[in-house]
């Protein structure tokens, strides 16, 4: 079965510096899709990130990247100048396939991220 | 840009009662799910639906029943509310295929329900 560990509970940074989330997956896909979510504190589920297995650079998005370690099946997000709007709860999740082109998100249990001023 | 609407956005009943969550969506996804987010749990699956009239059981369907009647929306029925199941139900829809933003889930901003 797939699934997705997020060891971290928490994290606290200072405002302005770079934090690492860690993630690793255990999937028997050839290839596979992995996202990040931020939930803010007013519950919303928003779309950060996305990495597809056989690319081999690792996605960029505005302050957000990801470092893809295939061999250690491992997808980091990387948040470089944290600001205190980045404070809220960071899923990983990786898309299993259900059939064909379908497919549904295994998430982590979160990863709590405070960013001090 | 689309959106996804739940309502409606706390549901409060009694234990053993039947509870109705709906969702709909404007981006003319494809596919709809319900999950359901326990505190430190994270997300699980309960249904989804890959096109109108279609329903597929996730891993915690037992207790809930769903229906998609139009492919812009997707309801949730608890069909015998107990108190440990209170709990935060949010759905999402995303569109098919593997290339471009396929499968990237866009959530609506949650129904939390309350059993007293």
């Known amino acids: 079965a797939q699934k997705v560990t997020q060891t971290q509970t928490s994290i606290s940074v200072m405002e302005k510096t770079t934090v690492t989330m860690d993630c690793v997956y255990e999937?028997?896909?050839?290839?596979?899709?992995l996202f990040w979510y931020k939930q803010t504190a007013s519950g919303e589920i928003v779309f950060l990130i996305r990495?597809?297995?056989?690319?081999?650079e690792n996605a960029t998005v505005g302050h957000y990247s990801l470092n893809f370690q295939k061999p250690k099946s491992s997808i980091g997000l990387i948040i470089t100048a944290t600001q205190i709007e980045d404070s809220a709860v960071y899923f990983c999740a990786m898309r299993e396939v259900i059939t064909g082109n379908t497919g549904k998100l295994i998430f982590g249990l979160g990863t709590t991220l405070q960013v001090q001023p | 840009g689309g959106i996804i609407t739940q309502t409606p956005k706390f549901l409060i009943g009694q234990e053993g009662q039947k509870l109705t969550l709906k969702c709909q969506q404007n981006?003319?996804?494809?596919?709809m799910y319900w999950y359901r987010q326990d505190s430190g749990k994270g997300l699980r699956l309960i249904y989804y639906s890959i096109t109108e009239n279609d329903l597929q059981k996730g891993d915690l369907s037992e207790g809930y029943d769903a229906s998609r009647e139009k492919k812009s929306s997707f309801s949730l029925t608890v069909t015998s509310a107990q108190k440990n199941e209170m709990a935060v139900f949010l759905c999402?829809?995303?569109?098919?295929?593997?290339?471009?933003?396929?499968?990237?889930?866009?959530f609506g901003e949650g129904s939390r329900l309350i059993v007293v």
């Open positions: 990495q597809d297995s056989y690319k081999k």
């Open positions: 981006f003319n996804h494809d596919t």
């Open positions: 999937t028997q896909d050839s290839s596979y899709f």
């Open positions: 999402a829809s995303s569109i098919e295929g593997t290339g471009g933003g396929g499968n990237t889930l866009y």
